[in-house]
């Protein structure tokens, strides 16, 4: 999950634009190897509906570079599932629409053979798994930008007494793109 320092993983109407400034071929790679260890995504509307526009159409592209273009493979072809209420048909390559209850069906996904289970954006789906305690792993990917408001990858109240979120840092992975700044006061 790509989130900025004031933990937002979208600005307030879905905005993705702030996490491309950073964005190198480094963490291409890092997220192709990443992608690798799985075989399913798991997507809300929004997101699913956002990559079925891009993903597909990045194949055909010439300009396209080499870990965008395995990343590209690699979402097209792994099974995706779309956990939606409104979504009819989705049409991209090996979806499947999932519209019974999340924590069914994540159970019964997680029981299945195979790699990793991993979701990409789709707040609303990733802070439900969160609410219901069934997320093995965060993998944030934090980026210098400041937005100030958006959606918050852990909202407020996901968390309560009965379930908390207690996590250790396992390993860390540093990019050479990261930059620091300082604020130059006048």
Not at 12 to 40: I, K, Y
Not at 156 to 185: A, D, W
């Amino acid at each position: 999950m790509n989130v900025t320092l004031d933990g937002y993983f979208s600005g307030p109407h879905c905005e993705l634009d702030w996490h491309f400034t950073s964005w190198t071929e480094e963490m291409g790679e890092a997220l192709c190897n990443q992608l690798a260890q799985a075989d399913t995504i798991l997507l809300g509307r929004v997101t699913y509906n956002a990559m079925a526009a891009y993903w597909p159409l990045k194949m055909a592209d010439p300009s396209c570079r080499a870990e965008d273009f395995a990343i590209a493979n690699m979402m097209n072809s792994y099974t995706k599932m779309v956990f939606s209420k409104t979504l009819t048909s989705p049409a991209w390559s090996n979806s499947k629409l999932v519209t019974g209850n999340p924590q069914y069906e994540i159970s019964a996904l997680k029981k299945m053979p195979g790699k990793n289970l991993m979701v990409y954006g789709s707040g609303q789906l990733a802070n439900t798994i969160i609410k219901l305690g069934m997320a093995d792993e965060y993998q944030l990917w934090l980026h210098p930008v400041i937005l100030g408001k958006g959606k918050p990858f852990f909202k407020p109240g996901t968390t309560n007494e009965k379930l908390r979120l207690n996590v250790k840092l396992v390993s860390t992975e540093r990019f050479s793109s990261v930059l620091y700044y300082c604020v130059i006061r006048k």
